[in-house]
């Protein structure tokens, strides 16, 4: 079961990367950085609660959402991480 969660948190990260390369080259090392960085400091969720991790991959999507908008990139490029995360 752990490993089933943490592969696929690394999945969603591989996901987030990817959307991180449809954005415009200027912003890329932000949101590259910044997905890394809450990568990290996520890794050690509270394994008491079995919603813990479903709650920060849908907080992982709905995040990518709004990034994808703010730069007009189409939504439908985040269709693999949706699936990711709603499983």
Same mark, same amino acid.
């Given at each position: 079961?752990?490993?089933?969660?943490?592969?696929?948190?690394?999945?969603?990260?591989?996901?987030?990367?990817? %959307?991180?390369? =449809?954005?415009?080259?200027? #912003?890329?090392?932000?949101?590259? +950085? @910044?997905?890394?960085?809450?990568?990290?400091?996520?890794?050690?969720?509270?394994?008491?609660?079995?919603?813990?991790?479903?709650? %920060?991959?849908? =907080?992982?999507?709905?995040? #990518?959402?709004?990034?994808?908008? +703010? @730069?007009?990139?189409?939504?439908?490029?985040?269709?693999?991480?949706?699936?990711?995360?709603?499983?």
């Amino acid at each position: 079961m752990i490993l089933q969660e943490m592969q696929k948190a690394i999945g969603a990260y591989r996901e987030v990367l990817r %959307l991180v390369r =449809r954005l415009p080259k200027d #912003s890329r090392p932000y949101y590259a +950085k @910044y997905a890394r960085e809450n990568f990290v400091n996520y890794r050690e969720i509270d394994s008491n609660d079995p919603n813990a991790l479903q709650e %920060l991959l849908q =907080r992982t999507y709905n995040h #990518s959402l709004w990034v994808l908008k +703010k @730069y007009s990139v189409d939504q439908s490029a985040a269709d693999r991480l949706k699936n990711i995360c709603s499983d």
